[in-house]
């Protein structure tokens, strides 16, 4: 068995982790970002918190090895000698390996389960593995220097600078750019999905209750990338109607000049934005 100083440290280690992993999992666990705005948003809570948690133990032994290291190995005067050679320990070697191994497995599972749920929130390229079930309302997100506009292809393919969406429904975002790499990041509703030109990355969301929520480019996109920033709602079903009734009234007369909704647009590149 280990030497009393080793048994010192796994104690106290196995005791601190013991008294903080149950505080960080469920104190503050719940409030880790990014909130609960949407389904996913709240998957990705349950997955920080799960990593914060698993990751407290291993601090609390680092912790517990410097405060034993600092305490324990100081030159007290005289000779500076080296201490003995330490030597292979199977003990050490077996558990450092099995418990190591463990934990990396367990999170490769449980986040490729989670993933397989329904994305969670990320851009899944354009032939999205993660589908969730049921109807969806499809939006899509343009970006370009600088600035998100969204196109509602089931509501005549209105083209707006607002992003609202109808409470407790799914969506199925269509991201796309027109000119520069650009990433829409929409943070109260756990989405983030790359915006590249030429490309349709496909990323869902289950809203939940009215709200307003945050969008930011999030990908270094130019001199003006930093005010690439808008704010979204969502809204109960009757007023999104409302809203889109009303967009729709307001668009229509430059609805004749845009391009036929579609996955992809390729803008003349003689015209330059700004
Ligand atoms: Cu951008």
Same mark, same amino acid.
């Given at each position: 068995m280990w030497s009393s100083p080793g048994r010192k440290v796994v104690t106290s280690w196995i005791v601190l982790s013991v008294i903080a992993t149950p505080?960080? *999992? =469920? %104190?503050?666990?719940?409030?880790?970002?990014?909130?609960?705005?949407? *389904?996913?948003?709240? +998957?990705?809570?349950? &997955?920080? $918190? #799960?990593? $914060?948690?698993?990751?407290?133990?291993?601090?609390?032994? !680092?912790? %517990? =090895?410097? %405060? @034993?290291? !600092? $305490?324990?190995?100081?030159? $007290?005067?005289?000779? !500076?000698?080296?201490?003995?050679p330490l030597r292979d320990d199977a003990q050490v070697r077996v558990w450092w390996t099995a418990l190591t191994s463990l934990t990396v497995l367990f999170l490769a599972g449980f986040g490729t389960f989670e993933l397989l749920q329904n994305g969670s929130g990320g851009g899944q390229g354009p032939d999205p593995i993660a589908i969730p079930g049921g109807p969806k309302i499809p939006v899509q997100v343009i970006a370009q220097q600088w600035q998100f506009t969204y196109r509602y292809p089931t509501y005549g393919g209105l083209e707006t600078p607002q992003l609202v969406l109808? *409470?407790?429904?799914?969506?199925?975002?269509h991201v796309t750019s027109?000119? &520069?790499?650009?990433? =829409? #990041? *929409? @943070? +109260? !509703?756990?989405v983030k999905a790359d915006a590249n030109p030429g490309i349709d990355n496909v990323a869902f969301v289950k809203t939940r209750g009215p709200r307003v929520f945050h969008v930011r480019c999030a990908e270094l996109c130019g001199l003006w990338h930093g005010y690439m920033f808008n704010e979204g709602r969502v809204v109960p079903m009757a007023q999104f109607t409302a809203w889109i009734e009303s967009q729709q009234r307001d668009f229509a007369p430059i609805l004749k000049y845009l391009p036929k909704y579609a996955k992809v647009y390729f803008p003349d590149p003689q015209r330059r934005a700004g």
């Open positions: 505080i960080v *999992a =469920f %104190v503050l666990g719940p409030h880790l970002p990014p909130g609960n705005g949407s *389904a996913q948003a709240s +998957e990705q809570v349950l &997955a920080n $918190t #799960w990593m $914060t948690a698993i990751v407290t133990p291993v601090i609390c032994l !680092l912790l %517990v =090895f410097f %405060v @034993y290291v !600092l $305490t324990q190995f100081r030159h $007290t005067g005289g000779e !500076l000698v080296d201490g003995p109808p *409470a407790n429904t799914d969506i199925e975002l027109l000119d &520069a790499i650009h990433s =829409f #990041w *929409a @943070y +109260e !509703l756990g």
